[in-house]
Protein backbone atom coordinates (compact mmCIF):
# COMPACT_ATOMS: atom_id res chain seq x y z
CA UNK A 1 0.00 0.00 0.00
CA UNK A 2 1.05 3.23 -0.64
CA UNK A 3 1.86 5.97 1.90
CA UNK A 4 2.20 9.51 2.23
CA UNK A 5 5.62 10.62 3.00
CA UNK A 6 7.01 10.04 6.45
CA UNK A 7 7.49 13.46 7.47
CA UNK A 8 4.56 14.69 6.47
CA UNK A 9 3.26 12.10 9.22
CA UNK A 10 4.89 12.52 11.98
CA UNK A 11 4.64 16.27 11.55
CA UNK A 12 0.73 15.97 11.83
CA UNK A 13 1.07 13.38 14.60
CA UNK A 14 3.37 16.62 16.09
CA UNK A 15 0.83 19.48 15.89
CA UNK A 16 -1.99 16.57 17.35
CA UNK A 17 -0.46 16.05 19.43
CA UNK A 18 0.89 19.34 20.78
CA UNK A 19 -2.05 20.23 23.06
CA UNK A 20 -0.42 18.25 25.61
CA UNK A 21 2.96 19.40 25.29
CA UNK A 22 1.91 22.58 25.66
CA UNK A 23 0.27 21.75 28.89
CA UNK A 24 3.02 20.00 30.06
CA UNK A 25 5.65 22.60 29.30
CA UNK A 26 3.43 25.46 30.63
CA UNK A 27 3.00 23.59 34.18
CA UNK A 28 6.83 23.14 33.73
CA UNK A 29 7.53 26.39 33.53
CA UNK A 30 5.00 28.21 35.55
CA UNK A 31 5.75 25.19 38.64
CA UNK A 32 2.30 24.40 38.81
CA UNK A 33 0.43 20.82 38.13
CA UNK A 34 -1.70 20.24 35.21
CA UNK A 35 -5.01 19.59 36.77
CA UNK A 36 -7.28 20.93 40.08
CA UNK A 37 -7.71 25.00 41.09
CA UNK A 38 -4.65 25.02 41.64
CA UNK A 39 -3.16 23.97 37.72
CA UNK A 40 -2.27 25.14 34.38
CA UNK A 41 -5.54 24.62 33.07
CA UNK A 42 -7.48 26.50 35.18
CA UNK A 43 -5.48 29.59 34.34
CA UNK A 44 -5.82 29.25 30.70
CA UNK A 45 -6.88 32.58 29.01
CA UNK A 46 -9.76 32.04 26.05
CA UNK A 47 -6.55 32.88 23.72
CA UNK A 48 -5.02 30.16 25.19
CA UNK A 49 -8.02 27.90 24.21
CA UNK A 50 -8.20 28.92 21.14
CA UNK A 51 -4.56 28.37 20.16
CA UNK A 52 -4.70 24.81 21.94
CA UNK A 53 -7.75 24.10 19.78
CA UNK A 54 -6.15 25.42 16.43
CA UNK A 55 -2.91 22.92 17.03
CA UNK A 56 -5.31 19.82 15.95
CA UNK A 57 -6.86 21.19 13.07
CA UNK A 58 -3.64 22.58 11.60
CA UNK A 59 -2.35 18.88 12.32
CA UNK A 60 -5.63 17.40 10.35
CA UNK A 61 -4.68 19.35 7.52
CA UNK A 62 -1.46 18.43 7.21
CA UNK A 63 -2.54 15.21 7.22
CA UNK A 64 -5.28 15.88 4.68
CA UNK A 65 -2.29 17.75 2.18
CA UNK A 66 -5.50 19.89 0.93
CA UNK A 67 -4.69 23.80 -0.38
CA UNK A 68 -6.73 24.98 2.70
CA UNK A 69 -4.55 22.94 4.86
CA UNK A 70 -1.45 24.30 4.00
CA UNK A 71 -2.42 28.00 4.21
CA UNK A 72 -3.88 27.03 7.46
CA UNK A 73 -0.60 25.98 8.71
CA UNK A 74 1.47 29.40 7.00
CA UNK A 75 -1.20 31.31 8.98
CA UNK A 76 -0.98 29.21 12.34
CA UNK A 77 2.81 29.53 12.18
CA UNK A 78 2.78 33.23 12.33
CA UNK A 79 -0.16 33.68 14.88
CA UNK A 80 2.24 31.04 16.59
CA UNK A 81 5.25 33.06 16.76
CA UNK A 82 3.31 36.43 17.25
CA UNK A 83 1.23 34.86 20.42
CA UNK A 84 4.42 33.17 21.93
CA UNK A 85 6.51 36.79 21.96
CA UNK A 86 3.45 38.74 23.11
CA UNK A 87 3.06 36.21 26.29
CA UNK A 88 6.97 37.00 26.83
CA UNK A 89 6.81 40.47 26.75
CA UNK A 90 3.62 41.28 28.14
CA UNK A 91 1.37 38.35 29.99
CA UNK A 92 4.16 35.57 31.37
CA UNK A 93 7.17 37.16 33.33
CA UNK A 94 8.17 33.40 33.49
CA UNK A 95 8.46 32.21 30.19
CA UNK A 96 12.58 33.13 29.43
CA UNK A 97 13.63 34.65 26.26
CA UNK A 98 15.49 31.09 25.34
CA UNK A 99 12.37 29.66 25.59
CA UNK A 100 10.69 31.27 23.83
CA UNK A 101 13.30 31.37 20.73
CA UNK A 102 13.80 28.24 20.73
CA UNK A 103 9.55 27.21 19.90
CA UNK A 104 10.06 29.98 17.22
CA UNK A 105 13.27 28.34 15.81
CA UNK A 106 11.63 24.97 15.53
CA UNK A 107 8.00 26.49 14.55
CA UNK A 108 10.31 28.32 11.95
CA UNK A 109 12.41 25.80 10.68
CA UNK A 110 8.81 23.64 10.24
CA UNK A 111 7.65 26.52 8.20
CA UNK A 112 10.54 26.39 5.97
CA UNK A 113 10.50 22.61 5.25
CA UNK A 114 6.22 23.30 4.40
CA UNK A 115 7.86 26.18 1.89
CA UNK A 116 9.41 24.28 -0.30
CA UNK A 117 8.25 23.47 -3.27
CA UNK A 118 8.61 19.63 -3.55
CA UNK A 119 6.56 20.11 -0.40
CA UNK A 120 3.79 22.19 -0.81
CA UNK A 121 3.32 21.31 -4.48
CA UNK A 122 0.85 18.08 -3.38
CA UNK A 123 -1.36 20.69 -1.93
CA UNK A 124 -2.30 22.16 -4.89
CA UNK A 125 -1.78 19.22 -7.30
CA UNK A 126 -3.48 16.23 -6.46
CA UNK A 127 -2.05 13.74 -9.22
CA UNK A 128 0.88 14.60 -7.37
CA UNK A 129 -0.13 12.54 -3.71
CA UNK A 130 0.78 9.41 -5.66
CA UNK A 131 -0.76 7.66 -2.19
CA UNK A 132 -4.47 8.64 -3.34
CA UNK A 133 -3.28 7.66 -6.93
CA UNK A 134 -5.02 3.99 -7.64
CA UNK A 135 -2.26 1.69 -8.88
CA UNK A 136 -2.67 1.06 -12.59
CA UNK A 137 -1.96 -2.16 -14.09
CA UNK A 138 -0.73 -2.26 -17.67
CA UNK A 139 -2.27 -5.22 -19.41
CA UNK A 140 -5.12 -5.31 -22.73
CA UNK A 141 -8.18 -6.45 -22.15
CA UNK A 142 -10.63 -7.10 -24.37
CA UNK A 143 -13.67 -4.19 -24.09
CA UNK A 144 -16.50 -2.94 -25.50
CA UNK A 145 -17.43 0.71 -24.78
CA UNK A 146 -21.69 0.95 -25.54
CA UNK A 147 -22.16 4.63 -25.95
CA UNK A 148 -25.32 6.48 -27.75
CA UNK A 149 -24.22 5.31 -31.22
CA UNK A 150 -23.74 1.80 -30.29
CA UNK A 151 -20.66 -0.49 -29.30
CA UNK A 152 -17.26 0.20 -29.71
CA UNK A 153 -15.11 -3.10 -29.35
CA UNK A 154 -11.06 -1.50 -27.92
CA UNK A 155 -8.77 -2.63 -25.85
CA UNK A 156 -7.87 -1.42 -22.30
CA UNK A 157 -3.87 -0.06 -22.00
CA UNK A 158 -3.78 0.10 -18.11
CA UNK A 159 -6.33 -0.69 -15.63
CA UNK A 160 -7.11 0.27 -11.93
CA UNK A 161 -9.51 0.18 -9.45
CA UNK A 162 -11.46 3.48 -10.34
CA UNK A 163 -10.83 3.44 -13.83
CA UNK A 164 -8.76 2.68 -17.18
CA UNK A 165 -7.41 4.29 -20.36
CA UNK A 166 -8.87 2.40 -23.52
CA UNK A 167 -7.01 2.20 -27.23
CA UNK A 168 -9.77 3.49 -29.16
CA UNK A 169 -9.45 6.62 -31.98
CA UNK A 170 -13.31 6.77 -32.31
CA UNK A 171 -15.02 10.12 -31.40
CA UNK A 172 -16.49 10.20 -27.85
CA UNK A 173 -17.20 13.77 -26.06
CA UNK A 174 -15.56 14.30 -22.77
CA UNK A 175 -18.22 13.77 -20.05
CA UNK A 176 -19.71 10.88 -21.95
CA UNK A 177 -21.71 8.64 -19.66
CA UNK A 178 -20.80 4.84 -21.29
CA UNK A 179 -21.11 1.19 -20.50
CA UNK A 180 -17.93 -0.24 -20.25
CA UNK A 181 -16.91 -3.93 -20.06
CA UNK A 182 -14.70 -6.79 -19.63
CA UNK A 183 -13.24 -9.79 -20.60
CA UNK A 184 -9.98 -11.62 -19.33
CA UNK A 185 -10.06 -15.21 -19.91
CA UNK A 186 -13.67 -15.80 -19.20
CA UNK A 187 -14.25 -13.19 -16.36
CA UNK A 188 -16.67 -10.42 -17.77
CA UNK A 189 -17.08 -7.01 -16.00
CA UNK A 190 -20.01 -4.65 -16.51
CA UNK A 191 -20.06 -1.38 -15.07
CA UNK A 192 -21.09 2.31 -15.94
CA UNK A 193 -18.13 4.76 -16.81
CA UNK A 194 -17.80 8.66 -17.48
CA UNK A 195 -15.00 9.65 -20.15
CA UNK A 196 -13.05 12.06 -18.45
CA UNK A 197 -10.01 13.12 -20.83
CA UNK A 198 -8.85 12.20 -24.26
CA UNK A 199 -5.46 11.54 -25.64
CA UNK A 200 -5.21 12.11 -29.65
CA UNK A 201 -2.20 14.06 -30.02
CA UNK A 202 1.14 13.03 -32.67
CA UNK A 203 2.93 13.07 -29.40
CA UNK A 204 1.19 11.40 -27.45
CA UNK A 205 2.68 7.38 -26.77
CA UNK A 206 -0.32 6.21 -26.19
CA UNK A 207 -3.77 7.46 -27.87
CA UNK A 208 -7.12 6.77 -26.15
CA UNK A 209 -9.68 7.66 -23.69
CA UNK A 210 -9.48 7.97 -20.03
CA UNK A 211 -12.55 6.30 -18.18
CA UNK A 212 -13.39 6.41 -14.77
CA UNK A 213 -15.47 4.25 -12.69
CA UNK A 214 -19.22 4.83 -12.01
CA UNK A 215 -22.26 3.45 -10.19
CA UNK A 216 -20.59 0.24 -9.17
CA UNK A 217 -22.60 -2.33 -7.45
CA UNK A 218 -20.44 -4.26 -4.80
CA UNK A 219 -20.28 -7.15 -6.66
CA UNK A 220 -18.62 -5.53 -9.14
CA UNK A 221 -16.25 -3.79 -7.19
CA UNK A 222 -15.57 -7.33 -5.96
CA UNK A 223 -14.75 -8.98 -9.42
CA UNK A 224 -12.39 -5.73 -9.92
CA UNK A 225 -10.29 -6.18 -6.83
CA UNK A 226 -10.26 -9.94 -7.67
CA UNK A 227 -9.11 -9.37 -11.41
CA UNK A 228 -6.12 -6.79 -10.24
CA UNK A 229 -4.96 -8.74 -7.15
CA UNK A 230 -4.35 -11.29 -9.69
CA UNK A 231 -2.51 -8.87 -11.81
CA UNK A 232 -0.57 -7.52 -9.07
CA UNK A 233 0.51 -11.34 -7.88
CA UNK A 234 1.93 -12.03 -11.57
CA UNK A 235 3.34 -8.43 -11.61
CA UNK A 236 1.46 -6.01 -13.84
CA UNK A 237 1.92 -3.28 -11.81
CA UNK A 238 2.74 0.77 -12.26
CA UNK A 239 2.40 0.65 -16.16
CA UNK A 240 5.79 -1.44 -16.44
CA UNK A 241 4.76 -3.51 -19.33
CA UNK A 242 4.09 -3.16 -22.80
CA UNK A 243 0.56 -2.68 -23.44
CA UNK A 244 1.33 -5.76 -25.96
CA UNK A 245 1.81 -8.35 -23.92
CA UNK A 246 -1.18 -9.99 -22.10
CA UNK A 247 0.84 -12.12 -19.54
CA UNK A 248 -2.50 -13.09 -18.23
CA UNK A 249 -3.06 -15.91 -19.99
CA UNK A 250 0.14 -17.51 -18.86
CA UNK A 251 -0.55 -17.88 -15.70
CA UNK A 252 -1.94 -21.28 -14.83
CA UNK A 253 -4.53 -20.45 -12.42
CA UNK A 254 -6.44 -18.28 -15.22
CA UNK A 255 -6.54 -21.43 -17.55
CA UNK A 256 -9.43 -23.15 -15.79
CA UNK A 257 -11.82 -20.89 -17.93
CA UNK A 258 -12.91 -21.85 -21.37
CA UNK A 259 -12.43 -20.93 -24.62
CA UNK A 260 -16.34 -20.40 -25.07
CA UNK A 261 -16.85 -17.55 -22.66
CA UNK A 262 -14.30 -15.52 -24.95
CA UNK A 263 -16.59 -16.67 -28.06
CA UNK A 264 -19.67 -15.65 -25.75
CA UNK A 265 -18.12 -12.24 -25.26
CA UNK A 266 -17.33 -11.52 -28.66
CA UNK A 267 -20.89 -12.80 -30.30
CA UNK A 268 -22.44 -9.96 -27.55
CA UNK A 269 -20.07 -7.73 -28.88
CA UNK A 270 -21.31 -8.73 -32.79
CA UNK A 271 -24.63 -8.55 -32.06
CA UNK A 272 -25.02 -5.49 -30.38
CA UNK A 273 -22.88 -3.69 -32.93
CA UNK A 274 -25.89 -4.71 -35.60
CA UNK A 275 -29.03 -4.03 -33.17
CA UNK A 276 -27.40 -0.88 -32.43
CA UNK A 277 -26.96 -0.02 -36.38
CA UNK A 278 -31.13 -0.63 -37.20
Known amino acids: MKK??????????????EPFGTLVQAAYINNMPIFGSSGIISHLLWSDWIILA???????????????????????????????????????????LETVMFFIVITTVITAYFLRKSVYAPYFNPRLRWWEIATRY?????TVLVVKNGAMPCQTIDI??????????????IGSSVMIEFLCDGIEISCMGKVVNKRSGANEKYRGYGIIFEAMPRE???????????????GLEDRTDSPSENRTSKDPS????????????????YFRSVFSQK
Not at 4 to 17: E, H, K, M, S, T
Not at 254 to 269: A, G
Request: glycine fraction near 4%; charged fraction near 20%.
Open 54 to 96: LFPVVGVGIYMMKKWGWYLFLCFSVLLISYNLFVYKYMNPNYS
Open 4 to 17: RPLAIVLIALFYIL
Open 254 to 269: WQEYTFIKQMEFRMKV
Open 220 to 234: VKKKIRQLLWHFERI
Open 138 to 142: RTPLN
Open 160 to 173: SETGCFVDLEGDIP
